[in-house]
Structure formats: structure tokens, C-alpha cells
């Protein structure tokens, strides 16, 4: 699914109502259906509203939203906020509306006319601006801004969070932007609602499709992309009759430390169960017997070193490597490490301690595979790529480093941002908080080599493992609790996850 910027969006809804076509009113009325639709199958009739509309089409779907809701009974209360004279045509035709309807309607000029907001089983509606915001808030906007949050507890927005702008807030002013519990947004996503900075204003967004036209869609051009089953289902290869174990290719994960031997087990488990056709752990002499008793299928490789890994000959030849899981940062391990690159001649994974040594060693940086597959969280990122201000510049970085090095840079947290060497980024859907821990992105590296190992090209591996990884990480959180998930339980759901996925 692509993300346009507002401009695009705009765009979009102009050429949907050229070539639909529709009313610019009708499209307004089928969003904000969209929204009463939502409202109502989430809060049942005991749910009071208020609604705060800007002057602008936002404004415009508060006021149609308030008028839906009317209709079907619930207790709805509206305000405009008079920040400006020039309302929208839509917004003057919605207004006219629901002043026909004796529905109760107040215009709010100055802050000591700010309405109570009602406590229990009341809904705020927030449509103050969405896409059309072109400056941040002052005067009496921040101000009902900072009122609703600090009085409402329950606030709901319309397409954006009133103050936040769709991509860039670099420069916003966040004290005057509205903390909602949801945030509805028409037909694609907005690429501020992914950045995990804007987490604490948009709380849980939901797409709601209004029917834009679709022509305007497949042409608009984008780097960004949001991944959804529908992306990822194509590539996927179905296991054909007559193979063997060597039609699937063969791991070898190059992990682990004394005391972090976990790390090294997970990955091997994970390429395990990713369904390549072997896989080999190369990991320090004290991890011999643990990895052989929890993992028998996996074959391993002593490296000479007994607590750590260090300079030894390593076959990467026919292999897809994993490497960095717990491996720590000793100097011995730093020259195993240089020395393994250097032999390495195909895209291989790199993680965790694997990309902090690399931070530290510029010139390690050049003996990486090109095409091989970084998977950073935020803090290794930092030391690889250096300070960044905000998600927005963060973003930026990525894509310099993945076209310095040639590489695809997997950014992990909440919407992973997988970034091709030639900008395109990819930011996932799958997955929840309950992965925060422990042991979840060893989990990811072991997925990478595996699939690597099949066949998939690098760019479609990375795609493939972060939303599998993710949606295994769904289903465990959907058996258990978010809390309560470990990283094994990812490993666990990758069966059901390949069965929803390839044989559905
Ligand atoms: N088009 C369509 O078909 C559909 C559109 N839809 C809906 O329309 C929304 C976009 O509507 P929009 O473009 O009218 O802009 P909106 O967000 O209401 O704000 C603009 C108003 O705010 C003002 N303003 C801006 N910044 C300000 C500030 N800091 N402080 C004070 N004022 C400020 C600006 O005034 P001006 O800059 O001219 O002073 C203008 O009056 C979109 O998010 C979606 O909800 C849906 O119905 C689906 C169909
Ligand atoms: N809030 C979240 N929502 C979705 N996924 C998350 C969230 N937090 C973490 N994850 C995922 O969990 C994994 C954590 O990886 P990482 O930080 O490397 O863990 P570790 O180093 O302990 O193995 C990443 O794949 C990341 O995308
Ligand atoms: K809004």
C-alpha cells in the first residue's frame, strides 16, 4: 500500500471527484460515515459525543459525523472552534445541515467558553485540522487544543490528530497537538502516524477506505510504501514435489558468547524453522553443549575460541549467513569479525554486536556484502548512522546508509522501516509491543539467513521475515498476552504463520 503526502492526497481527492465521479459534499459524507460507522460499532448507545470542529473540511466531516450520529439516537453535542473566518464550502453545507436539525451547536470565540468536558462515557471528537494544516496552532486553536488534552480523557481523531502536520513536524510545536486514543484516517496512511515519536498523539490508528479513486493511486509515485499481506503474499514460494534438503539452502549462523548463548540458540531455531534445508551454528566452544541439546537439528562449528569467537577459518561459501547475536565486542571477535567479511562474498545478515563493532570500524563497513540486510535497532542505528533530531531525519539516515553501503537497513521497533539501497522504504503493519523483549531480534536475524537460504532475493527476504516475524509475534500475543511473550514464542507461531500464509 503506498503513502502519499497530503499534497498527493489532495490530489487524489480532487481526481476522484472529476473522475468518479462525486460531489466534493459526497465524499465528505461517505468519510465521515466511514467514521460514524466505526464509532458506532465500537461505543454503544450510552456513549455521549463531542464533536470540535475546525473551519475546513475537516471540520466539515465533524459536523456530517455529528449529524450521523444524531440520526441513529446517541446524545451529540457540536462546537466550532472560530479560529478563522473562511469556512469551507463543505463546512458552510454541513453546518446549514445540522442547524436544520436542531442539533446543539455552540461557536466557540474565546477560551472561557470552552464547554466542560463530560467524564464518563463521553467521546471527544477531534476535527479541529487534518491534512489541511499549514502552520502550528496558536492563539484560541492551541489553546482548545491544550484544554481538550488535559480535560478529555477519551479523544478520538479525524483523519490526523488536530496539530500534528502529515509528514514533517520537525519543526512543530507538539505541546498543541491533540494525544488521542485513535486516530481514524481516510484511505492511506500519513507518514507522521508511523514515526513511533507521534506515538503519544495518534495512539491506535486505524485506516478507514473511502473509495478514492484507484487510477490516481497505482500512478501516484512514492519512496514510501506500507506493508500489508496483500504485498507480501505474491512473493512467498510454495515447496515444490521433488526437492531435497539442498533445494533450500543452507544456514549458518554465526552467534554467541559465553553467557549469551541464548542469542546464538533462538537464531539457529528461527532459520530452523523458517524452512531452510540445513543449518549450522558457529559459535565459541562453551556453547557446544547447550546448542546441541536444545537444537539437535542444527550442526555446529567450534570456533577456536572457548568463550568468545575469535580469529578462526570460517567456510562462508554456499552459506547465508547470520552473524552478531550475542557475539559482544572483544578485540579478538572485532578481527574474527573483519576477517570473516573480508571471505565473505554474498549477501549475508548482520545484527546487534555484528553492527556496533562495524559502528566503531568505518573501514569494516566496506567488506559488507553489497546487498547484505542490517538489521539495527534504534540505539545500534545511532551508532552506526550517528544523532538524529526526530523520526523524520532518522528516516533520512537510513536511506544515506543504505545507499552508502549498498545494503538493506531493517530499522526494528513498532512499523520496522525496511530501507532499499535505492530509497525505497517499506515500513511494516505487523507485530505489537508484547515483542519488546529479550531475545525478539535474534529471533528476526535467524528468519533473514533462512529465508536468504531459499532463494529469496535480499529485497524480498527483508520484506518477508519483518512482516512473518511480525505476525507470529500477533498470533503468540493473541494465545497468550502481550505481556507475557518471549522470544520463543515467536519461533513456535512460525508454523502457523507459513500455513495462514502459503496454503490459505
Ligand atoms: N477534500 C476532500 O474531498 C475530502 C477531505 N476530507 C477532510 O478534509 C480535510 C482537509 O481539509 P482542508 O484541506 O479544508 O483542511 P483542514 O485540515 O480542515 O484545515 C484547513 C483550515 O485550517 C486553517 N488552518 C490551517 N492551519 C492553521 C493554523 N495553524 N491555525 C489556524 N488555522 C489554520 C486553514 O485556514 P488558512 O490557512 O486559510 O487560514 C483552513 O481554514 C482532511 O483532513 C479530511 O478530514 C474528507 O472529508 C474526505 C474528502
Ligand atoms: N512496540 C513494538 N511493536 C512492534 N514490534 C516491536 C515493538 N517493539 C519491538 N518490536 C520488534 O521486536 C524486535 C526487537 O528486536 P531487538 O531490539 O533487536 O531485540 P533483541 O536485541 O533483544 O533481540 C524487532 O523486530 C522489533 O521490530
Ligand atoms: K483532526
Given at each position: 500500500m503506498k503513502i502519499l503526502s497530503a499534497e498527493q492526497i489532495r490530489e487524489a481527492d480532487q481526481y476522484t471527484i472529476k473522475y468518479e465521479p462525486i460531489v466534493s459534499s459526497e465524499l465528505m459524507e461517505r468519510a465521515a460515515s466511514k467514521c460514524s460507522e466505526w464509532l458506532r460499532k465500537k461505543y454503544d448507545i450510552h456513549y455521549s459525543y463531542q464533536i470540535f470542529c475546525g473551519v475546513g473540511n475537516n471540520g466539515g466531516d465533524g459536523l456530517a459525523i455529528a449529524r450521523q450520529l444524531f440520526q441513529k439516537g446517541f446524545d451529540v453535542k457540536v462546537y466550532q472552534?472560530?479560529?478563522?473566518?473562511?469556512?469551507s464550502p463543505d463546512f458552510i453545507l454541513n453546518e446549514k445541515r445540522i442547524q436544520d436539525m436542531d442539533i446543539p451547536y455552540k461557536i466557540i470565540k474565546r477560551p472561557s467558553e470552552f464547554p466542560p468536558i463530560k467524564q464518563q462515557k463521553n467521546i471527544v471528537i477531534d476535527t479541529l485540522f487534518g491534512s489541511g494544516l499549514n502552520r502550528p496552532a496558536r492563539g484560541l486553536a492551541a489553546d482548545m487544543i491544550s484544554y481538550l488534552n488535559q480535560e478529555s480523557r477519551h479523544t478520538i481523531s479525524i483523519d490526523?490528530?488536530?496539530?500534528?502536520?502529515?509528514?514533517?513536524?520537525?519543526?512543530?510545536?507538539?505541546?498543541?497537538v491533540i494525544k488521542a486514543r485513535h486516530t481514524l484516517t481516510f484511505e492511506l496512511p500519513k507518514l507522521a502516524l508511523l514515526f513511533p515519536e507521534n506515538g503519544p498523539f495518534v495512539g491506535q490508528w486505524h485506516l478507514l477506505p473511502i473509495g478514492l479513486h484507484p487510477r490516481f493511486i497505482s500512478e501516484a509515485e512514492t519512496n514510501y510504501h506500507f506493508l500489508t499481506l496483500e504485498e507480501i503474499k505474491p512473493l512467498l514460494q510454495k515447496r515444490k514435489k521433488y526437492t531435497h534438503k539442498g533445494s533450500f539452502g543452507h544456514v549458518k549462523i554465526v552467534a554467541g558468547s559465553r553467557g549469551k548463548m541464548g542469542a546464538a540458540i533462538l537464531a539457529t531455531k528461527a532459520a530452523l524453522r523458517s524452512g531452510a534445508g540445513l543449518v549450522t551454528a558457529h559459535i565459541p566452544g562453551c556453547g557446544l553443549e547447550s546448542m546441541q541439546t536444545s537444537t539437535p537439528e542444527a550442526m555446529v562449528e567450534e570456533n577456536s575460541g572457548t568463550n568468545i569467537l575469535q580469529e578462526s577459518s570460517v567456510e562462508t561459501t554456499g552459506y547465508s549467513l547470520g552473524i552478531g547475536?550475542?557475539?559482544?565486542?572483544?578485540h579478538s571477535t572485532k578481527n574474527f569479525l573483519r576477517a570473516l567479511l573480508k571471505n565473505c562474498k554474498s549477501p549475508a545478515v548482520l545484527d546487534a554486536d555484528a553492527l556496533n563493532i562495524i559502528a566503531e570500524d568505518e573501514s569494516c563497513q566496506k567488506l559488507i556484502p553489497a546487498l547484505s540486510i542490517l538489521t539495527p535497532h534504534p540505539k545500534e542505528f545511532q551508532r552506526i548512522a550517528g544523532e538524529y533530531k526526530g523520526d523524520l531525519e532518522k528516516l533520512q539516515k537510513q536511506k544515506d546508509l543504505a545507499r552508502k553501503l549498498n545494503c538493506i537497513v531493517v530499522l526494528k521497533g513498532a512499523h520496522t522501516s525496511i530501507c532499499m539501497p535505492d530509497g525505497r522504504i517499506y515500513f511494516n503493519s505487523t507485530g505489537n509491543p508484547g515483542m519488546a523483549t529479550g531475545g525478539s531480534g535474534d529471533v528476526l536475524t535467524g528468519l533473514i539467513a533462512g529465508l536468504l537460504a531459499q532463494g529469496y532475493s535480499p529485497e524480498n527476504t527483508a520484506l518477508i521475515a519483518v512482516f512473518l516475524h511480525g505476525m507470529a509475534g500477533d498470533y503468540a500475543a493473541a494465545e497468550e498476552s502481550v505481556e507475557s511473550l518471549i522470544a520463543s514464542d515467536l519461533i513456535h507461531q512460525f508454523g502457523k504463520v507459513f500455513r495462514n500464509l502459503i496454503d490459505s
Open positions: 472552534v472560530a479560529f478563522s473566518s473562511k469556512k490526523l490528530p488536530s496539530g500534528l502536520f502529515p509528514e514533517d513536524n520537525s519543526e512543530n510545536d507538539m505541546d498543541f547475536p550475542g557475539i559482544g565486542k572483544d
